[in-house]
Nanobody
Framework: QVQVVESGGGDVQAGGSLRLSCTAS????????MGWFRQAPGKEREAVLC????????YYADSVKGRFTISRDNAKNTLYLQMNSLKPEDTAMYYC????????????????WGQGTQVTVSS
């Protein structure tokens, strides 16, 4: 059984930083790709960043380029999202998700999800 658990969210002032973590257990297939999504109240869930097992990553949200970076530790089955220079518009529930093979910007293409971790950025 696959279990995905995010952590690291919280309240931060604009300009601050947070590091989200995501641990995925039960992923026996070595081809799993991991992604970060976010959803603000009243808005659609949007893809933020994705990283394939070999380290190739894809940005889906232009607004985070230069501020957010994604990384993974395959030995620990852990995914990270380093968020710097946070803005109030980054406020959202952040989700970690997994799927086989290549990255996708569509949340419907992901098989396994965590429960989310809330990030709130105040001005």
């Amino acid at each position: 059984q696959v279990q995905v658990v995010e952590s690291g969210g919280g309240d931060v002032q604009a300009g601050g930083s947070l590091r989200l973590s995501c641990t995925a257990s039960g992923l026996t297939d070595a081809t799993y790709t991991m992604g970060w999504f976010r959803q603000a109240p009243g808005k659609e869930r949007e893809a933020v960043l994705c990283i394939q097992r070999g380290g190739i990553n894809t940005y889906y949200a232009d607004s985070v380029k230069g501020r957010f970076t994604i990384s993974r530790d395959n030995a620990k089955n852990t995914l990270y999202l380093q968020m710097n220079s946070l803005k109030p518009e980054d406020t959202a529930m952040y989700y970690c998700a997994a799927r086989r093979w290549i990255c996708s910007g569509s949340w419907q293409n992901y098989d396994h999800w965590g429960q989310g971790t809330q990030v709130t950025v105040s001005s």
